[in-house]
């Protein structure tokens, strides 16, 4: 039927003559692709597993000796086997702290302006390079950390801090220019972009029915904006200050180099601290002793729990705000 | 060649509301039809709980054109898309019923084979970001159809049926997605032409194209009439009116009546055919 | 009238204030670049890009095996993570049902989100114990985990914006669903693939916590892929907190070196996709 006069003009073979035809046709190599696409993606399940059940299986002679104590021993004597992670955990909530204080306001107030004050060209321009931002190597930070802002914690931001908050416990003693402070500045920086850029696209997504809404009963720019908009976008915001948490309690290089690396509970922000991240990327190398080995694991264990939930919120609350603008319209 | 002057010659007749050549070959009911191509018997369609369409039954004619028409919703293009169970892209998706193809079960026949004697063009034009060559090249290739210098002649064949190779014989490796808007859709009936299809189903192939466009689109229409079966789903009246032989109007999932274009468009024997046409149609 | 008054001025201070803000976030990419460039740029030279690193004391130098350590273990990393990346977004977006691509989806969202440091932990764990030694193929494998799940993510992303008609107009001519997926639908998607991919790749060049233990460092060539390797990162760490000038003049050109081609990759993948993004919302 096919063959004969045919609507080109051109003979063809009636039966299909597919390459692929001891396997049946289309149906087979159909099969085949899906099956070896769903090998390769299922190897994303099968490393995040692996990871952290490896992770659970070579921390476990901590955990039986030390238990849930680990986390709230503040001594970490390598000499003799006696591991408590307080240190590490109070400073890396401490910097983490720091970082956080600077960056929401600045954060916020940043996305605030790019998402309802600013042009759209300007906007968009300035996120570019905000975005960019969060490109940049921690590693290069950390050379900056190193060379520039320590000595500028030490010389002229220390003690200007300590001249007018003297007073609270929080900026007393001596400032060596690495610390608590110091490494909290830079890890602002580096989470900075994460905030302004989710908190401006959430405020986009805020409808322009609201605004209006806002603005034709008499309101000024601002007062729409931190009225209706802000709250409407808040859950959102909220998403993005938990994902740049996450950020600042996992990163590792930047603030190994200007934290000082000394295990210390101190109220002062000028001391030298350590944080998880440092102390793994510090003594992982010259851990002698499986204990020793294993408290590091533990440490990335809990590292990963951490920052594990704080993503899962931050993911929720943003995209429960996309759905609540999405709804409003 | 041939085929593209005779019907750059039409292109002020086939603006006329009526057939020009044909219109006095449209047989009168019952006599000297056209062999049935698809027979159409109780064709249920439903998307998961919900009937779209109900019933549907229909000879359509060999090598003739038939317009489906009405409004939108109505489950024309369902029905279309049963003819090449594209609707199985759709999950939940579910045709019942009996729809042949000749004498083969559209529902039994391998979707590859189907899909070979069934071509489709869509509302959209949808050039692959492929050259012009390959686009063409494609459905031969898919199937084993032809290679080396078959092909390039398969090509040029298909090209001309499609009254696209004069505008595109000294382009063929360039990118499809340069070509204009109509000549994109023109592409893609030049696609599925190449494979020799002995049924061409169109979804609305102008509505997305100038008016200089559609009266190429319509043109070609005549043409490949000769070659293969025809089905055109229009929201245009006046386009049905144009080229089709025949005209089925759908309504709320049924086909409402079903016979030669100049019965429905003059004398409907339905209510509700005489009040679309009419345009008294809510 | 007072009180609009009032209401004026703080619109105007708090547009101001925010518009500080901006800046503020702006300034510190500049500043970066800036300081890089003073410090670094007069030290990139033809012996700082070709010479191995001279022993500790001795002035001068270069990075050589670093720069070329930091390719072979992208390359590594590409090797492993983007082949088995690709297919795996090509399974969410073309063949995934409901469930296999969800719970996919939400390992990669997971794994994306692993502190850097904790890769490389499981990198050892993984290759290093088992190898008995650092080698690059360790190191491949650390920044491989950390850019399969974003490979994954972008894939299937950029091949959903792939529009279904152009998906049915291959199946209209009786091609099946592989055929259609890797001669119409990969195509279409492929700028965008090929971009994201870059960029993951920009993201985890920079990486330098898990590397530490397990490509380690090396102050001469690596041979083959068995032995421990220099890289960029993990030079400029370790010369950034060396007690010798000479090595800290050479981590600030490293650094400008390093956050030069990440930032290079970056905006040309950017200006490429917000191209590819506004010519689709014309058509």
């Known amino acids: 039927m096919a063959s004969s006069n045919t609507a080109v003009g051109v003979r063809l073979p009636s039966a299909p003559r597919g390459r692929w035809r001891w396997l049946g046709g289309t149906k087979g190599v159909d099969l085949i692709a899906r099956l070896v696409t769903l090998l390769a993606a299922l190897s994303v399940l099968v490393v995040t597993v692996w990871l952290v059940v490896d992770l659970w299986q070579k921390s476990s002679l901590p955990r039986h000796q030390f238990g849930f104590r680990f986390l709230v021993d503040r001594v970490w004597d390598p000499v003799f086997g006696h591991f408590g992670a307080l240190p590490f955990v109070y400073g890396t909530l401490v910097t983490s702290a720091v970082a956080m204080v600077i960056s929401i306001p600045l954060g916020v107030g940043a996305a605030i302006f790019l998402a309802e004050l600013a042009p759209r060209g300007l906007s968009d321009t300035l996120t570019f390079f905000i975005e960019l931002l969060a490109a940049v190597p921690s590693v290069v930070f950390g050379v900056v950390g190193v060379f520039v802002v320590v000595p500028w914690v030490r010389t002229s931001f220390g003690p200007l801090l300590k001249d007018v908050l003297g007073f609270t416990p929080l900026f007393q003693g001596p400032d060596y220019g690495v610390g608590f402070l110091t490494a909290g500045l830079v890890l602002s920086i580096m989470v900075l972009p994460f905030i302004v850029s989710i908190s401006r696209e959430v405020l986009l997504s805020v409808p322009v029915e609201l605004r209006e809404g806002a603005l034709a009963l008499g309101s000024t720019k601002w007062e729409s904006t931190w009225k209706v908009v802000v709250p409407t976008a808040r859950t959102g915001i909220l998403g993005s200050i938990f994902l740049a948490l996450a950020r600042a309690l996992g990163e590792t290089m930047a603030v190994t180099m200007v934290i000082g690396n000394t295990p210390k509970i101190v109220a002062s922000l000028f001391s030298p601290g350590y944080s998880i991240a440092a102390v793994i990327a510090n003594e992982f190398t010259e851990a002698t002793g499986d204990l020793y080995l ?28 996309a759905q609540k603008a999405r709804g409003a319209v | 060649m041939i085929a593209t002057d005779a019907a750059r010659a039409n292109v002020t007749e086939n603006l006329n509301p009526e057939r020009p050549q044909e219109a006095a070959a449209v047989p009168e009911t019952g006599k000297t039809q056209a062999a049935v191509k698809i027979k159409a018997r109780n064709v249920d369609f439903f998307y998961g709980a919900k009937q779209v369409l109900q019933g549907i039954s229909a000879d359509i004619r060999e090598r003739k054109i038939t317009a489906l028409i009405g409004p939108s919703g109505c489950g024309k293009t369902t029905f279309l898309r049963t003819i090449n169970r594209m609707y199985e892209t759709v ?77 595109v014989k000294d382009s063929l490796q360039k990118s499809a997605l340069s070509l204009s808007g109509g000549q994109q859709q023109r592409l893609s009936i030049a696609r599925a032409l190449a494979i020799d299809p002995e049924v061409l189903l169109l979804d609305e192939p102008c509505s997305a194209l100038d008016p200089i466009s559609t009266a190429k689109i319509e043109e070609l229409l005549f043409t490949i009439e000769n070659r293969c079966t025809l089905i055109i789903v229009t929201h245009n009246m006046a386009q049905a009116a144009r080229v089709a032989d025949y005209t089925g109007f759908f309504l709320m999932g049924k086909l409402v009546e079903f016979n030669d274009t100049k019965t429905i468009f003059t004398t409907p024997a339905r209510k509700e055919t005489e009040d679309y046409i009419t345009g008294r149609f809510g | 009238m007072n009180r609009l008054g009032w209401r004026k001025a703080v619109n105007a201070i708090m547009s101001a204030v925010t518009a500080l803000c901006a800046v503020t976030a702006v300034a510190p990419l500049l500043f970066v670049l800036g300081i890089l460039a003073v410090k670094g740029a007069s030290s990139i030279n033809w012996s700082f890009l070709t010479q191995l690193p001279k022993p500790t004391g ?226």
């Open chain 1, 294 to 321: 294993q408290s590091l694991v533990e440490l990335g264990l809990v590292l990963f729990g951490v920052t594990l939930v704080l993503h899962a919120l931050a993911r929720l609350l943003v995209s429960a705000t």
């Open chain 3, 58 to 283: 001795e002035l001068g130098g270069g990075m050589a095996n670093a720069i070329v350590g930091s390719g072979q273990l992208l390359l590594l990393a590409a090797l492993f993570g983007v082949p088995l990346g690709v297919a795996g977004g090509i399974y969410l977006s073309e063949f995934g049902g409901w469930g296999v691509p969800f719970v996919v989806r939400y390992a990669a969202d997971l794994l994306v989100s692993v502190p850097s440091i904790v890769i490389g932990i499981f990198a050892y764990a993984v290759v290093v114990v088992r190898m008995g030694h650092f080698s690059s193929l360790a190191g491949g494998f650390a920044l491989a985990v950390m850019l399969l799940p974003i490979v994954v993510t972008n894939t299937e992303q950029f091949l959903r914006t792939v529009p279904v008609w152009l998906r049915e107009g291959s199946l209209a001519l009786g091609a099946g669903h592989w055929k259609t997926t890797i001669s119409v639908v990969v195509p279409a998607a492929m700028q965008g693939i090929l971009t994201g991919i870059l960029l993951a790749l920009a993201r985890v060049a920079g990486e330098t916590a898990p590397l530490l233990f397990t490509a380690f460092n090396n102050d001469y060539w690596a041979r083959g892929f068995q032995q421990p390797v220099s890289s960029l990162p993990v030079r400029i760490y370790e010369y950034a907190l060396s007690p010798y000038d000479d090595y800290h003049r050479q981590a600030w050109a490293a650094a400008l070196l390093l956050l030069g081609l990440v930032l290079i990759v970056n905006v040309l993948s950017r200006l490429v996709l917000a191209k590819k993004m506004a010519s689709r919302r014309i058509a």
């Open chain 2, 91 to 167: 999950k939940h998706a579910r045709a019942e019923g009996e729809l042949l193809l000749d004498s083969d079960s559209i529902f039994d026949l391998a979707l590859p084979n189907l899909r070979r004697r069934v071509g489709m063009v869509f509302q959209k034009p949808n050039p692959f970001p492929k050259s012009i060559f390959d686009n063409v090249a494609y459905g031969p290739r898919v199937h084993g159809l032809a290679n080396g210098a078959r092909l390039t002649e398969l090509v040029e064949q298909s090209l001309r049926g499609a009254a696209l190779w004069d505008e």
